[in-house]
């Protein structure tokens, strides 16, 4: 049952999920709770009148979910915001039902003052509560197995702003008129900044109806999506990379049962151009990329060299056990705990003590913790936030699980880790994938304890290091993002240039 499971494209599904959720869940909630620059005092109050609001959930013309939002006012003046959300996503052949429920009060003027928050899926629950101080935000994340608190500061007063943007609607406003939002998602519990650029009117059609909307193009994480706002500042459109379409519709048509969902793996793998060769004993290899400047991605990393569109990498080897010295070049954020590593947990310290008992170097150390996670935790889709201590209760997970055990476990035993994402060769297609990297003996070495490997075969590319705010980014390549192999024939030495980015010819 696993070996017929990690032969499939199933496991990778975590990666696909941070995109969804920058997509679909984080542009739910990112449509409606902004923490906007734009001077409250020049905004209108939400009205003081009870509203339900209805969005139907598209992806490549299949309704998969809807959006149910009601606004409440209050005796202080106050307003509570009640959303739901309910969605079925098909992903490798099998349906996963998911559900969101955020509840918060924010002021007239669309300050966030507290929020409950509540994501189920199966295999995963949790839940967060948190409340505004200031230009700050404290919450607690329980998810069944650990309780987190954490506190993140922004540059202003976090406010939640709702579908209706009239701020947006300023009066003289001109085509080509920009303005930064930096906002708090409930969902991700993260601190981002999106740019909104007004581009004029636009006849859009929206069920065999012919309307003249204001078009609105916000870039997140060098990710673009559009909105369409009637005269009232109300969204009726949004769009997003990849097929995502929210549409404000009627209540009995978004609550509606669902289409026939198209499989999301397939829809979003990056295109390849050409035939790959065969991995197995690959030393190197070069790829021309095409793929959106704005991310900014620095692919010039480790065994990664990019120069002129062109990325060649380079398997590593493995020093010989025994032998190897950890560290090196590492930073000191590779040997740390953080939200979701729970670097140094009794837990982990004793799991780590155990499985590495006997190595005498950090090669065996590595060695073994790598089998041990890829061996004890059943590949299945897990549609989540993954901690590791959560991981190691649960035993479940695909490729972030993975990443993020074996992170937690091999800092706890002195081995500098970073997750890294980006996509994976299987199956004839390029899908978007997360795995490790380690520290020994001055070089990184990339792990991939899905599917185990190590090191990991050269059809792993990656685009972006860190745990979940950082793999956002990979949410610019949705759709954009083609590869093509180059034979050997055409292949030539490669210009290095440290830190190249695409946006550095």
Excluded at 395 to 402: A, K, L, P, S, T
Aim: net charge negative; proline share 7%; hydrophobic share 40%.
């Amino acid at each position: 049952m696993k070996q017929i499971a990690f032969r499939t494209p199933a496991p990778l599904i975590k990666t696909i999920i941070f995109l969804v959720w920058l997509f679909l869940f984080g542009l739910l909630m990112q449509r409606d709770f902004f923490i906007t620059t734009i001077n409250p005092e020049e905004s209108s109050a939400i009205a003081q009148a009870a509203r339900e609001e209805y969005q139907s959930i598209y992806f490549h013309n299949r309704k998969i979910g809807y959006v149910a939002t009601t606004f409440e006012p209050r005796d202080d003046g106050r307003i509570t915001l009640d959303q739901k959300a309910g969605m079925v996503l098909n992903v490798a052949g099998g349906k996963h039902p998911v559900n969101l429920h955020l509840e918060a009060v924010i002021t007239a003027d669309s300050r966030l003052q507290d929020f409950v928050f509540s994501f189920r899926s199966p295999f995963y629950r949790m839940q967060a509560d948190g409340r505004s101080s200031g230009n700050s935000v404290s919450f607690t994340l329980a998810t069944g197995s650990t309780t987190i608190r954490e506190r993140i500061d922004l540059p202003a007063p976090p406010m939640l702003s709702t579908s209706r943007r009239d701020y947006l609607l300023q009066p003289g406003i001109t085509v080509g008129e920009k303005v930064r939002i930096p906002w708090f998602d409930p969902l991700s519990l993260t601190a981002k900044d999106s740019v909104i650029e007004y581009r004029g009117r636009d006849k859009v059609l929206i069920h065999g109806r012919v309307q003249n909307l204001h078009h609105f193009i916000e870039t997140v994480a060098g990710a673009r999506i559009s909105s369409w706002l009637d005269d009232r500042g109300d969204v009726q459109k949004e769009e997003s990379p990849a097929g995502f379409v929210f549409l404000k519709e009627p209540k009995f048509k978004a609550l509606a049962d669902s289409d026939e969902i198209p499989d999301l793996l397939a829809a979003v793998a990056a295109r390849l151009n050409g035939v790959m060769p065969p991995l197995d004993g690959l030393e190197q290899i070069r790829y021309r990329l095409h793929f959106p400047d704005g991310g900014a991605f620095d692919l010039h990393s480790g065994r990664q060299q990019y120069a002129d569109g062109i990325l060649t990498v380079t398997r590593e080897s493995l020093p010989p056990a025994p032998g190897g010295a950890s560290g090196g070049t590492a930073d000191p954020a590779d040997l740390a705990a953080s939200r979701m590593v729970q670097t140094g947990h009794p837990k982990l310290t004793e799991l780590a003590g155990r499985i590495t008992a006997g190595s005498t170097s950090p090669v065996e150390k590595l060695r073994a913790i790598a089998a041990w996670v890829h061996a004890n935790l059943e590949k299945r889709p897990v549609l989540g936030l993954p901690d590791a201590l959560t991981i190691l209760d649960s035993r479940i997970g695909d490729c972030n699980e993975h990443a993020v055990l074996f992170a937690a476990l091999a800092r706890t035993a002195g081995i500098p880790c970073r997750i890294a994402s980006g996509v994976m060769f299987l199956n004839d297609a390029f899908y978007y994938h997360a795995w490790n990297e380690v520290g020994i003996d001055g070089q990184w070495i990339s792990v991939d304890t899905t599917i185990n490997q190590l090191p990991a075969d050269l059809g792993h590319i990656k685009f972006v290091e860190g745990e979940f705010g950082d793999q956002m980014r990979i949410g610019a390549l949705l759709g954009q993002l083609s590869i093509e192999p180059l034979p050997p024939a055409a292949a030539h030495s490669p210009a290095t240039k440290a830190h190249q980015s695409p946006d550095q010819p």
